[in-house]
């Protein structure tokens, strides 16, 4: 698992000649109206919720703040939005599942940031 600073560096997100780079956020949604991300919501290419009604309806706030760091640390990332949840808190159960649906992915994805 790699930190965010060294994702950058290792790949040169933010810096160098564009290379686009496909992010996933599974968190709370996005707020796309949210200052952080209304100006830069061309990067969003997809958004979808697991859980029912709107990706776009962030009650917590937590995935648009992180969509918000993204967007702003970087240029060249393109972001997809899964909302999986309401809260700023998994349980257990939500881990595993939600880890499980990852790993099934094609082509293969690595979890670069695992939820605590």
Same mark, same amino acid.
């Given at each position: 698992?790699?930190?965010f600073k060294?994702?950058?560096? %290792?790949?040169?997100?933010?810096t160098? @000649?564009v %290379?686009r ?8 949604? +996005?707020d796309?109206? *949210? ?9 969003? +290419?997809? *958004? ?10 962030? %009650?917590?706030g *937590?995935?648009?703040?992180?969509a918000? +760091?993204?967007?702003?640390l970087?240029n ?10 309401d809260?700023?808190?998994?349980g $257990?159960?939500? %881990?595993v599942?939600?880890r ?6 094609s @082509?293969?994805v690595?979890?670069?940031? $695992?939820?605590?």
């Open positions: 698992m790699y930190t060294e994702l950058r560096l %290792k790949h040169k997100i933010g160098g @000649p %290379k780079i496909k992010v996933a956020i599974l968190d709370t949604g +996005i796309m109206k *949210h200052p952080d991300v209304h100006l830069k919501r061309q990067r969003i +290419i997809e *958004h979808k919720s697991f859980i029912g009604g709107e990706a776009t309806w962030d %009650k917590s *937590h995935g648009t703040h992180i918000g +760091i993204m967007l702003d970087t060249n990332v393109d972001l997809y939005i899964a909302k999986f949840t809260s700023r808190r998994y $257990d159960g939500e %881990k599942a939600v499980e649906r990852i790993v099934k992915v @082509p293969p690595r979890i670069i940031r $695992d939820l605590h």
